[in-house]
């Protein structure tokens, strides 16, 4: 997405995944990329023709992720352990961090230790071979679509505790053009294929419904 979004935003929070050129990964984030710069978000979501939706889906995870990652990136000087001492989205929603195998009991931290335990659990789902087949010809596994599912809404939380804690930041830096380009490409996304229960995607309610009325 660097092509929308400038140098400025050039610091990432984790090192960016890359996806291999020449790889068909790599042409359909292409065609993505290409497809967004038309304007028409809803129809740049939607999956190309005769092409595979799990690989769709998993190009463009990998894209959010490194979104998000550029973006958080941007404000961690300011999401602090003082700032930001629990990780919440507004005052009626907080998250207690569980990754449902190394940790199973939620734990309560900061939101800086929160969206750090985050984006690791995300980069290990990513780097993992197994679950994001790089490679020609190796299939998608059958759990495929639900691993998308959880990481894709624990990636809407890291959006969430930006617009909700950060931002005054975000304004002042002059990066909310990229910030809301990016989780209105995100939601229609999620919103095209029903990635993400509409409950969780309550603490964003309201910019949502207001995403949705301009249609774009
Ligand atoms: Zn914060």
Known sequence: MSFLFGSRS?????????????SHQYELLKHAEATLGSGN????????????LNEWIAVNTVDFFNQINMLYGTITEFCTESSCPVMSAGPRYEYHWADGT????????????????LMTWVQDQLDDETLFPSKIGVPFPKNFMSVAKTILKRLF????????????SVMRLQEEAHLNTSFKHFIFFVQEFSLIDRRELAPLHELIEKLGSKDR
């Open 41 to 52: 978000l809803r129809q740049a979501v939607m999956l190309p023709d005769g092409e595979d």
């Open 157 to 168: 939380r890291v959006y969430a505790h930006i617009y909700h804690q950060h931002f005054d």
């Open 102 to 117: 190394n940790i199973k009991k939620p734990i309560k931290c900061s939101a800086p230790k929160y969206i750090d335990y």
């Open 10 to 22: 050039s610091k990432t929070f984790k090192p960016k995944k890359n996806i291999p050129e020449g």
